[in-house]
């Protein structure tokens, strides 16, 4: 009967180590593929840019001005009615809260954009800013919205 010494059962240190780097490695690779979760904030501003270009439709379609209104905590929509603006509260114009960290601000510090009943508005420009991340949505003077590249 011969009997050797089996070492060849279990794990060295390096082995161990040279595991751990691994997980480590995948670990961080997926963490920092992970999305924002806030999304990014092109798509905050094509959001915005759709819901401006549906109250230049809805100006049109009812006859009357509709405004978009820029605030503090985000933005909402406002129509003319009985020689007052009164927020519309109706989808897609109910107010939205902009996503945390997002700050939004118009040249010439104004903070009203108004579609007339034709969809004409005054030319202007929305400057969003989160972090390091910034979109501009323009609006031209024949009404279109457009976010810039």
């Known amino acids: 009967m011969n009997l ?3 070492d060849s059962k279990g794990f060295t240190l ?3 180590l040279v595991v751990l780097v691994i997980i480590g490695l995948v670990s961080a690779a997926v963490i920092l593929g992970m999305p924002d979760p806030r999304g990014a904030l092109r798509g905050e501003a094509l959001r915005l840019a759709a819901r401006a270009d549906a109250a230049r439709e809805r100006a049109m379609m009812d006859n009357r001005p509709v405004a978009l209104v ?3 905590g985000g933005y909402g929509f406002e129509w003319r009615t009985g020689g007052e603006w009164r927020a519309i509260g109706e989808r897609p114009f109910i107010e939205q809260s ?3 960290g997002t700050r939004a601000s118009m040249a010439g510090g104004e903070s009203r954009i108004v579609f007339d009943s034709t969809g ?3 030319p202007a420009r929305l400057r969003l800013v989160r972090g390091k991340e910034a979109a501009e949505v323009e609006v ?3 009404g279109r919205v457009n976010v810039l590249p």
Do not use: I, M, N
């Open 4 to 6: 050797l010494r089996d």
């Open 98 to 100: 902009w996503s945390e």
């Open 140 to 142: 031209t003077d024949g």
């Open 120 to 122: 004409f508005a005054e």
């Open 70 to 72: 820029l605030k503090d």
């Open 14 to 16: 390096v082995e161990l």
